[in-house]
């Protein structure tokens, strides 16, 4: 009993969430796997800086969605949950620039 209750406790452990929060930069958001990326999402949707690019700007800065709609880019980012995380970039129905930038699990 004791000895599964030491390896449920290091389960748990492992399953902890990824803390390491990193300072946005493009390269590397372009290069990186979804754990790099999930350390940069944080200030990515905090600075703003997306706000009011194009599509074509966001293409530019953070690469190709992993899905699309008309008004939606969607990005997969790891934070070492057990699941991804979703960066849901939102555009303007009218004028399709960035009006919002979100996380969601």
């Known amino acids: ?17 990824n803390n390491k929060v990193e300072k946005f930069d493009d390269q590397k958001w372009k290069k990186g796997t979804q754990t790099e990326r999930g350390n940069m999402s944080t200030d990515l949707v905090e600075s703003k800086i997306l706000i009011g690019k ?8 953070i690469g190709y969605p992993k899905d699309s709609t008309k008004t939606n880019f969607h990005y997969l980012v790891d934070f070492g949950y057990m699941t991804p995380y979703h960066l849901d970039v939102n555009f303007d129905s009218t004028d399709l620039t960035v009006k ?5 699990d």
Do not use: H, P
């Not at 000895?3 to 902890?16: D, Y």
């Not at 919002?100 to 969601?104: K, M």
């Open 54 to 61: 194009t599509k074509s700007e966001i293409i530019e800065k």
């Open 1 to 17: 009993m004791k000895q599964a209750l030491i390896l449920l406790f290091i389960f748990f452990l492992s399953c902890g969430k």
């Open 100 to 104: 919002e930038v979100t996380l969601t």
